[in-house]
């Protein structure tokens, strides 16, 4: 998946790995920087703290 993000001189263009877990790790093909991505969005999840606790 590639996602354009603009920081500095250039907007980064992620390759993100696969989702294993609740994060993936990224890299630009620019300019080689490296990042993780949540999986899931807060935003949408419908899962309690409470529910999460209990699975941790």
């Given at each position: 998946?590639?996602?354009?993000?603009?920081?500095?001189?250039?907007?980064?263009?992620?390759?993100?790995?696969?989702?294993?877990?609740?994060t993936?790790?990224?890299?630009?093909?620019?300019?080689?920087?490296?990042?993780e991505?949540?999986?899931?969005?807060?935003?949408?999840?419908?899962?309690?703290?409470?529910?999460?606790?209990?699975?941790?």
């Open positions: 998946m590639n996602i354009p993000t603009l920081i500095g001189t250039h907007a980064h263009r992620w390759l993100i790995d696969e989702p294993h877990g609740p993936s790790s990224g890299a630009c093909r620019i300019c080689g920087a490296h990042r991505f949540r999986n899931w969005l807060w935003e949408t999840d419908f899962t309690t703290m409470t529910e999460r606790e209990l699975v941790a």
